[in-house]
């Protein structure tokens, strides 16, 4: 045994089978597989006898089982790592009491040394090749394709999972002896440390050693890594080796980051924290930028490791920070969020040093510079880190302001996360703000003024006193001296009349003192002296009153008023005690520092006040921003918009009703993200009140819902509506709230009318989920609501009627069921009580009874049988006490001429309300009795129909089943005829309904016909019924006539458009806008010829009009009621209105517009055609915006492609140079493709005269310049550059080049075609100046149809497809070149200027 060589630890396992030199150990035989297991089991038997020295003579068995480990059994391989796991566990148990042996030899402390170094080398290797084994097989597992991966998980790495953290904690031990003296009492060597470390690198390198069932193994890895940090002086090595895995294995960053940390503390390596962190920083930023592996096990490192040891972090923080103007914004996202956890765990608290303060603010700096980072990860990361920072009340009330205004502006960010995470911080501010529960600034803005002025009063009053004592009263006599001496030496001139008789000496010399002494403080130093000369003789040789004699008067006077000023006389101190004026100074003391005191607690107050109130005005104005986000397309923004106005709505702050608000439409939402969004919300703000009581908890859930519906709109209250019903459906809403709401309605509960008001339409919503609770109600609701009190205030009747009407069932979802309808009878209570309510408030004035009759004759027709009798009683009986008052006695009637609110004739006068009342009550009848024609009685009819059919069809089938069965083509016959007399029946039935509408409605015979000339003739009689109210309603109580009949509809169409077109109010245009839309749906056929006049409204000089006439536009066009071509301009122009709410409604139209297919791009040419011109009205600057609108629907590449040739070949064409720059504009917005730049070159001579204009080379170079940036390959590349050349030639030749473009293209330029002139001005008013020709009734459209094809001639297909611009060529020319998908579904008509013009 001595004169065994010595073991050297190979680099490689082949070095211990090449000769290494003299006394080097070298492999003598490596064994066959086959004779592997003989050789353990003599290794085995070794071992017994001799301890771990047997593997002196055993080593190449075991490096035999190495060398052949992918292909011996995985028996042999488990024997080999059980015996080495023995032999190395035995040789540790063994090796202190030898370490401890002083006599041990120098032979047998080598043959131990070489037995450690061979034992370990054998199991380390073994370890390694299971680990490397394990680890490939869980790759194989992985992957998907591969079969069975679950017998090769079971073969190869049982028994390793089983014995790998036993084995590490036997290396561990092993470790943590005092090997040294193995090495003669020097250093472990380098080369068996890393042995021994090498495996825990090796298993740390399994991308599965992060999961939790590999817990116990990572705790045992980091156990030996830090006894070899310790024990053996691997701080260097294991420093590079962390930094260099951190690189190459993102998985590992976390668990070298607990790893560390748990050196740090537990085993006091704090400085290993320092080595990784400095080489971490020593790292080139330029190559961490290309290295985004590296960069994400850094970072991951650096952040995990500050929420472990942030203390330790921040002391080696600086040199961290040069990676904070890296290119790599994943380092400074790390770093940053490291900063954050100092400043949350470390830097946080009222109680830091003034050098950790300055340390907090400058990365509190720091992380404020990087929200206006250039990438939109690192804003979006700094403000979730600032969310932790204020959710852990680590941010310092002086950062405040300046966090929030940055949040706020990040509002306005373009990326989705960026303003997703802005959001969530002003969320988190509100919830963890210092200064209340309740942050309304209005609240807040008079304490403030309050407080401040307090604050200036103490300020002012501690002037005085602070400034007081600090001049001596020596001083003073010093400054009143030259004032004394002159009033004194006016003593010795002749005194004025009664002066002496005032000023007489005091019997005492303490008095008289006094009373110099009070002088001269008034500053009467005149009378002061003349008294001091009077005691100096009354008093003479008493203190204070001694003078040296009468040769010195003057002087004797000064020097005692002097004394007594100055409080030397000894006369006056020689009373009081020497403690007494020591005490006194004291207490002026302990006075002065009090008001100190209050000051400066006041200042406090002020400045609190202040922060409180600069933070809710910041509020204010975020709560502006977020409303507009509740309709981004980011699904997540709304989301996280919708949960901040939750938050904001528990601090009472009062625009935060208006978010809420905004907020309902949203129910609507597709998304069924948004949809349950919304709902959380309002069952967060309304469902869980914090009272205890079931009766509290529906008082304040009441409360609530009633205040969103005060002034609210019928869009806000059909949304509550909404949710309120899905409420009721899941029984979310208690029945404590139906209870207390009926007790409103019916007063037992003390309430307002608001709240009355608001419980009935509470009812109604709830009704809506479900009907029983009015159903079964219905007689309280008639008694309670439509009471003799209604006639006071008829908005409670009204809102009843709306309650009552959601008995009524849909008659199309009626239609699929076999039962009849829900209806009432006739002669019900409900309806007596609607008819007697309605002719009672007819002759009182009240502008809240018209809303009342129409719900009121909508639930008549709704749910009476019979209800075209009930309604003509209500006419029949109004238009009595119409005619009663009428014919009123003369001497009424003379007065009336003189009353304002009375109209006249000539043969009588009424007063106004009334026949208002008389006009809205006829054509709230007229057009109800036409839905109810319509809609109930057709649905009643087929249903009855179906089931007489359904009847004889069983019938027929039983007769037919009694007889003997002769042929089925009978039978088929039988089917075909039932089921044709189910289509013609339908026939029969539409046309039944249309000839009662046409022939029967407006006869001589019913009762409407009679009230026809009266609303004609307040419509043609303007001057004489001057009344907008009256005007309004008789326009619009004509529309709904015209519903009745087309013949009746095409007699006053002329009369309807009139009045739209030349009214001087608006609320007549407005309604009448709303009844030709009606008609265009009812009557297409009749209305169509008039489409122009219906766009002429968008440029109404009412902004109340336009949006009507938008709102209404749009419903027709996206109904495919009216024309769209050459006119849908007109609602393009409504983008660049002035009013937002108007610009809201185009943008709405054209976003529903998008969905339909093609529309947009079909539409794009004509609408860039028309207000292109220069006869439009359009400034440039507002046709861009329009356009940047508009292609922002352009999303297709075909269309894009498509539009880049059109607008080419519209320069030919284009007249002006605001025309090419108009086009080139167009060509700007465009997402150019590689086919877009080609179709570009192909067209270049239909643009290049143009280029000499600078703004349309700049449009050019733009288009390129945006090519460039979308990453283009290197063949188009050589194309843009060609067409950059070309264009930058054409722009310097100038003039020259035009006309050398000219000629080389052979285009002629067009002679511009003879147009119509257009008004220039966008929003021109009413002209009343328009002749009567403008309102002829257009021809009939079959009638133009065949006129045209009369005239027009045969002609070849067009090939330029777009020249929208040009009237010459008709319509079906500019669809000449359209494909298939992108033809419209109707055909368009053509206009009427161009009928007039043929006329």
């Known amino acids: 045994m001595a004169a065994a060589p010595e073991f050297h630890l190979p680099l490689a396992p082949a070095d211990l089978l090449r000769d290494g030199g003299p006394g080097r ?115 194989l597992e992985a992957d998907p394709g591969r079969k069975n991966r679950k017998n090769h998980a079971k073969t190869s790495g049982s028994l390793w999972e089983e014995e790998r953290e036993p084995l590490l904690r036997l290396l561990t031990q092993l470790l943590q002896l005092d090997l040294r003296q193995l090495w003669g009492g020097l250093a472990v060597e380098e080369e068996f440390v890393s042995l021994m470390t090498g495996s825990c690198y090796r298993i ?93 096990g850094y970072a991951t490192f650096i952040s995990e490791l500050a929420e472990q040891i942030p203390t330790l972090v921040l002391s080696n923080m600086s040199v961290l920070l040069p990676h904070l103007d890296g290119e790599s914004y994943t380092m400074r996202n790390a770093i940053l969020a490291a900063m954050a956890e100092v400043l949350v765990q470390v830097l946080n608290g009222d109680q830091l040093e003034e050098a950790a303060r300055g340390t907090r603010d400058k990365f509190l700096d720091m992380l404020q510079a990087h929200v206006c980072d250039v990438h939109s990860f690192v804003r979006s990361r700094v403000l979730q880190l600032f969310t932790r920072i204020v959710q852990c009340k680590a941010l310092p009330l002086t950062q405040f302001q300046s966090v929030v205004s940055l949040a706020v502006g990040r509002l306005k960010d373009k990326s989705v996360l960026v303003v997703k995470n802005a959001i969530q911080l002003l969320a988190a501010f509100l919830s963890n703000n210092p200064f209340s529960s309740k942050l309304s600034w209005t609240d807040l803005d008079e304490p403030l003024k309050k407080e401040v002025q307090k604050l200036k009063e103490m300020r002012d009053r501690s002037r005085p006193t602070a400034v007081a004592p600090v001049i001596a009263p020596e001083e003073e006599w010093e400054a009143m001296l030259p004032e004394v001496r002159a009033a004194t030496q006016q003593l010795f001139q002749p005194l004025q009349e009664g002066e002496e008789e005032v000023l007489e000496v005091e019997e005492t010399v303490e008095k008289t003192v006094e009373q110099i002494t009070g002088l001269l403080k008034k500053l009467n130093y005149k009378s002061a002296a003349r008294l001091t000369q009077k005691a100096l003789c009354r008093f003479q040789g008493k203190e204070p009153f001694i003078g040296p004699g009468e040769e010195n008067e003057e002087a004797t006077i000064l020097g005692v008023l002097k004394r007594l000023y100055t409080g030397s006389c000894p006369g006056e101190n020689s009373e009081d005690p020497p403690c007494d004026s020591s005490s006194d100074k004291i207490e002026e003391v302990v006075q002065e520092e009090q008001p100190q005191t209050e000051l400066v607690k006041q200042e406090m107050l002020v400045h609190y006040l202040q922060d409180a109130y600069n933070f809710s005005v910041k509020i204010t104005e975020a709560l502006n921003l977020i409303s507009k986000m509740m309709y981004e397309n980011s699904v997540s923004v709304v989301q996280e918009a919708i949960e901040f106005f939750v938050t904001v709505s528990q601090f009472g702050v009062p625009q935060a009703l208006l978010g809420v608000r905004r907020m309902l439409p949203l129910v609507w939402s597709k998304e069924p993200g948004i949809k349950e969004a919304v709902l959380n919300a309002y069952r967060q703000l309304y469902l869980s009140p914090s009272e205890d009581s079931e009766r509290a908890k529906a008082q304040a859930l009441v409360h609530s819902l009633s205040l969103i519906m005060v002034d609210a709109s019928l869009a806000t209250i059909q949304c509550l509506e909404e949710i309120i019903s899905e409420f009721v459906q899941k029984d979310e809403i208690k029945p404590a709230v139906t209870q207390l709401l009926w007790e409103r309605f019916t007063e037992k509960s003390p309430c307002s009318s608001l709240e009355r008001r608001a419980a009935v339409m509470l009812l ?223 026939d029969t039935e539409v046309e039944l309904i249309r000839n009662i509408c046409e022939t029967e409605l407006l006869d001589e015979k019913h009762l409407l016909s009679a009230f026809v000339p009266l609303v004609l003739k307040i419509c043609n009689n303007p001057g004489l019924y001057s009344d907008s109210a009256l005007s309004a309603a008789a326009a619009l109580t004509l529309g709904k006539l015209c519903m009745i009949s087309s013949e009746f509809c095409d007699s006053h169409l002329r009369l309807l458009f009139t009045m739209m077109e030349k009214s001087t109010l608006p609320d007549v245009r407005s309604n009448l806008i709303i009844a030709a839309g009606d008609l265009a749906i009812r009557f297409p056929n009749l209305v169509e010829p008039w489409t122009s006049h219906l766009y002429a409204r968008l440029r109404d000089p ?150 000499q204009d600078p703004a349309v080379y700049n449009c050019f170079q733009t288009v390129l310049a945006r090519f460039r940036r979308a990453g283009v390959k290197p063949e188009t590349k050589t194309l843009a550059e060609e067409l950059e050349q070309k264009l930058s030639a054409s722009h310097n030749r100038g003039l020259d080049s035009t006309e050398t473009c000219q000629d080389g293209s052979q285009t002629p330029m067009p002679v511009p075609a003879k147009r119509k002139p257009i008004e220039s001005s966008c929003r021109q008013p009413l002209s009343p100046a328009n002749s009567d020709n403008d309102f002829v009734t257009p021809l009939s459209r079959t009638l133009r149809n065949h006129k045209r094809a009369q005239k027009r001639p045969p002609r070849k297909k067009t090939i330029i497809t777009f020249s929208s611009d040009e009237e010459n060529n008709s319509e079906d020319e500019l669809l000449g070149e359209l494909r298939e998908e992108e033809t419209p579904t109707k055909t368009t008509p053509i206009t009427r200027s161009s009928a007039r013009r043929r006329r």
């Not at 007889?963 to 016959?973: A, C, D, I, L, V």
């Not at 079909?1162 to 011109?1173: G, R």
Request: aromatic fraction near 6%; glycine fraction near 4%.
């Open 25 to 139: 150990y070298v492999v003598q035989e490596v064994l066959a597989a086959r004779e592997l297991p003989p050789a353990l089991a003599a290794f085995r038997a070794a071992f017994r006898a001799q301890g771990a020295l047997a593997v002196l003579q055993h080593f190449d068995c075991v490096y035999s089982v190495l060398h052949h480990f992918r292909t011996v059994g995985t028996a042999v391989k488990e024997d080999a790592l059980e015996l080495m796991m023995h032999v190395v566990s035995h040789h540790s148990n063994e090796l202190p009491t030898i370490l401890s042996d002083s006599g041990l030899s120098h032979t047998d402390r080598a043959a131990h040394l070489n037995a450690l170094k061979m034992n370990c080398y054998l199991l380390t290797g073994l370890m390694d090749a299971f680990e490397m084994e394990t680890c490939k097989n869980s790759c």
């Open 204 to 296: 740390l390198e399994n991308p599965s050693i992060g999961l939790q069932r590999y817990r116990v193994t990572r705790e045992a890895v980091t156990h030996l890594l830090a006894a070899a940090l310790v024990h053996c002086d691997h701080m260097f090595s294991a420093t590079l080796k962390i930094t260099q895995m951190l690189q190459h294995f993102e998985h590992v960053a976390p668990v070298f980051a607990q790893a560390v940390s748990l050196w740090a503390k537990e085993y006091g390596l704090k400085s290993l924290v320092g080595e990784l962190l400095r080489e971490i920083g020593q790292k080139c930023p330029q190559d961490l930028a290309r290295e985004a592996s590296g960069v994400k």
């Open 764 to 986: 109604g919503m709830m009704a809506r989920g479900k009907p029983e609770i009015i159903g079964s109600n219905l007689d309280i609701l008639v008694t309670m609501g439509l009471s003799e009190k209604a006639c006071e205030d008829y908005r409670l009747p009204q809102e009843v009627c709306n309650v009552i009407s959601n008995l009524a069932g849909n008659p199309k979802t009626a239609l699929e069921k076999s039962s009849a309808p829900f209806r009432l009878p006739q002669n019900h209570m409900l309806f007596g009580c609607l008819s007697e309510t309605v002719s009672k408030g007819f002759a009182q004035p009240s502008s809240h009874w018209i809303p009342f009759m129409e719900a009121a004759v909508t639930l008549i027709y709704q749910l009476a049988e019979g209800a075209e009798e009930i309604c003509a009683d209500i006419l029949h009986v109004c238009s009595q006490q119409a005619l009663e008052k009428l014919q009123e006695p003369d001497e009424q009637k003379a007065d009336a001429e003189d009353s304002p609110h009375r109209v006249s004739d000539g043969s009588g006068s009424l007063s106004t309300f009334l026949l208002l009342h008389l006009v809205a009550l006829v054509g709230q009848v007229a057009l109800q009795q036409v839905a109810y024609l319509e809609v109930s009685v057709s649905a009643e009819l087929r249903r009855r129909r179906l089931l007489k059919e359904e009847k004889t069809k069983k019938q027929s089938d039983t007769s037919t089943n009694k007889q003997r069965p002769q042929s089925t083509g009978n039978e088929t016959t039988m089917e075909e005829e039932l089921g044709l007399v189910g289509a013609t029946a339908d």
């Open 1102 to 1251: 009412c902004p109340s009009v336009r949006q009507t006439a938008g709102l209404v536009m749009t419903h027709l066009i996206l109904k495919d009621m009216v024309k769209v071509k050459g006119q849908v301009s007109e609602m393009a122009t409504l983008l660049i209105d002035p009013e937002e709410a108007i610009v809201q409604v185009a943008q709405n139209f054209f976003g529903e517009l998008a969905n339909k297919g093609n529309a947009v791009y079909n539409l794009l040419p004509d609408i860039i055609s028309h207000l292109s011109d220069p006869n439009s009205g359009i400034e440039e600057e507002s046709f861009h915006t329009i356009m940047r609108h508009l292609f922002s629907y352009i999303t297709k590449d075909k269309q894009t492609e498509s539009l880049v040739e059109k607008l080419c070949q519209r320069f030919r064409t284009a007249r002006t140079e605001r025309q090419y720059r108009d086009l080139s504009h167009c060509l700007a917005l465009l997402p150019i493709s590689e086919r877009g730049l080609h179709k570009l070159q192909d067209n270049y001579d239909c643009f290049a005269d143009k280029l």
